[in-house]
């Protein structure tokens, strides 16, 4: 018989960030059916059930705060808690959920978008000691306006509390691989620095892990189902958490007819982007044509003079966007990848 192995989340639990430091981010990405929604919401309980410590369970839409104790407790309480029976109540006018474990409160559920909510009540919240937001990627693309900020606030607003003005509340990360240009990724710096082998990823203050289950991926190729989708987009994603990755993806050197779009500055040096006319790819090269008037930064920092911020672009970044996903974008080399990925980071 066949051994099946599920996720275990002690050892990036243990591991440090890049500077030496405990992480206040550990993001996990697998998979799916890899089991590491169940290690976690195992992991809340039992800190619960053994230090009385609560947890916030972090959703992005309101409308996501129905039932939360089925979806949340369902599946760990017939596997490991047979004798908890978990409920809810919701107060705030339905902007937040508390969660109880036999009728002791043992935490609650909020909403990103709801995140000013979440401010003027923050009081409530001064007794979280953990934060977990499962699926912080959405496989639809779709993010809260101002996601990153919103976030942000939300934990800054737990951390308050206990006579400190910041309490180390640790926030766990879930997700299955979608997209390499996630809020998240680009917020992070995560985009430009994996590779298909990557296991373990160190940055300041988070640590991330990347997870390939075999056993949940030779399960899901064994069904019937899958194998009939296996040429369906879907399936690479589902089974084998795929997504491009790879740092040399689409890198490659180009010389075809083209028409200059645009100029970027990243990092301090500028680079271009053009339209190549038999392909119809997109392409960004460090050929730059100083004389050309549309002229962006890519970044704050490399706002100047002659250059408009990004956001004054939105649209045709949108877009770029969207030929990325589309796998219609090709890159000089390296860096011109990341200062595209700099370019149509999430921000504002």
Request: net charge positive; glycine share 6%.
């Amino acid at each position: 018989m066949e051994k099946v192995e599920f996720y275990d989340g002690t050892k990036i639990l243990s591991m440090k960030d890049i500077n030496g430091k405990t992480p206040s981010i550990f993001m996990i990405v697998s998979n799916r059916t890899a089991g590491k929604t169940t290690w976690f919401n195992r992991y809340l309980v039992k800190k619960f059930l053994e230090k009385g410590e609560k947890f916030m369970l972090v959703y992005r839409w309101k409308n996501e705060l129905n039932d939360i104790s089925v979806k949340f407790f369902k599946d760990i309480q017939e596997l490991f808690f047979p004798n908890c029976e978990m409920t809810e109540k919701k107060f705030c006018k339905g902007n937040f959920i508390e969660l109880f474990i036999n009728n002791k409160s043992c935490g609650y559920a909020v909403s990103i978008n709801r995140a000013d909510q979440v401010k003027k009540y923050s009081h409530y919240f001064s007794d979280v000691e953990r934060i977990l937001m499962d699926e912080f990627q959405s496989e639809d693309n779709r993010y809260c306006p101002n996601e990153i900020t919103k976030f942000i606030s939300i934990k800054t607003s737990v951390s308050r509390g206990k006579g400190k003005q910041q309490r180390y509340v640790p926030v766990y990360m879930l997700a299955n691989p979608y997209s390499m240009i996630n809020p998240y990724y680009m917020e992070l710096g995560i985009s430009d620095r994996l590779y298909k082998n990557t296991k373990f990823l160190r940055g300041d203050g988070y640590v991330f892990e990347q997870n390939l289950n075999e056993s949940a991926a030779k399960a899901m190729e064994e069904d019937g189902f899958m194998r009939a989708f296996r040429n369906n987009t879907a399936y690479d994603y589902t089974v084998n958490g795929s997504y491009i990755i790879d740092d040399d993806a689409f890198i490659e050197k180009i010389h075809e007819k083209n028409t200059y779009r645009a100029t970027i500055k990243s990092d301090g040096n500028c680079y271009c982007i053009r339209s190549l006319d038999l392909s119809g790819y997109i392409y960004i090269d460090d050929n730059v044509n100083m004389q050309f008037p549309t002229k962006i930064s890519a970044t704050e920092v490399d706002h100047g003079e002659g250059f408009v911020l990004k956001y004054q672009y939105k649209t045709f970044i949108d877009l770029l966007k969207i030929r990325f996903e589309y796998g219609q974008i090709r890159f000089k080399n390296k860096r011109c990848k990341t200062a595209f990925f700099n370019l149509i980071r999430y921000t504002r």
